[in-house]
């Protein structure tokens, strides 16, 4: 089971970006996934994640500003990530939760960077 995300980018402060994560292998709407991000220098973190049912978990630095959703049908994730700050540069992973390990790379998938600079 592969998940790849993609949609990073380059964004000046208080911009928005929509990250998408495709699920290839194995039954999409099955599991709890979530949005997980690496800040340089830090430890790899989870930033939202939506269960199989649809409800859905915020990080504290991200809430209100940050929204999760999935389409089971198209076996996607989304990450809607309105009014950035510089403090959310980080590459940008999307995983099962809980993942099999945090730091172990054969767990994860390439990521995809986001920067938030002006």
């Known amino acids: 089971v592969q998940l790849q995300a993609s949609g990073g980018g380059l964004v000046q402060p208080g911009g928005s970006l929509r990250l998408s994560c495709a699920r290839s292998?194995?039954?999409?709407?099955?599991?709890?996934i979530g949005w997980f991000r690496r800040v340089p220098g830090k430890e790899r973190e989870l930033v939202a994640l939506?269960?199989?049912?649809?409800?859905?978990r915020y990080a504290d630095f991200v809430k209100g500003r940050f929204t999760i959703s999935r389409d089971n049908a198209q076996n996607t994730l989304y990450l809607q990530m309105n009014n950035l700050s510089p403090e959310d540069t980080a590459v940008y992973y999307c995983?099962?939760?809980?993942?099999?390990?945090?730091?172990?790379?054969?767990?994860w998938g390439q990521g995809t960077l986001v920067t938030v600079s002006s």
């Open positions: 995983n099962v939760y809980p993942p099999p390990s945090y730091n172990d790379p054969a767990f």
């Open positions: 939506i269960t199989s049912g649809g409800s859905s």
């Open positions: 292998g194995g039954i999409f709407g099955i599991n709890d």
